[in-house]
């Protein structure tokens, strides 16, 4: 998703908000139904709908991206937290790119 029009610093951030909003919404359909994982498949809908508005305001470069990504990481860890309480293969994605999708949020929150 990077190209030239992204500012430079944010690249990185963007790449992994991205790729964490699409394990999350995979994550959440194999939960939905199961009442086993409901809170999975809320705390992953929330954390792709987050992700994708991050990279909304990464993408356009705004000044409030930064607070978001504060949130963001907060949000992923809470997500991944949650989806690694569980063996199926989508939620340990989930919790994968859920924990490097907060570091990178951190690293531009704290720049």
């Known amino acids: 998703m990077a190209s030239t029009l992204v500012p430079h610093a944010n690249r990185a951030v963007l790449d992994a908000c991205t ?54 990481a907060q949000v992923c860890d809470d997500c991944a937290t949650e989806c690694e309480r569980y063996d199926m293969p989508e939620c340990q994605e989930c919790a994968r790119t859920c924990r490097a999708c907060a570091e990178q949020c951190r690293t531009l929150a704290a720049a």
């Open 19 to 72: 790729e964490c909003g699409q394990a999350c919404e995979a994550c959440a359909q194999r939960c939905l139904g199961d009442d086993t994982v409901a809170e999975c498949a809320r705390l992953c809908l929330d954390c792709a709908t987050l992700c994708q508005a991050t990279t909304t305001l990464l993408a356009r470069g705004s000044a409030q991206a930064a607070r978001l990504c504060q949130l963001c």
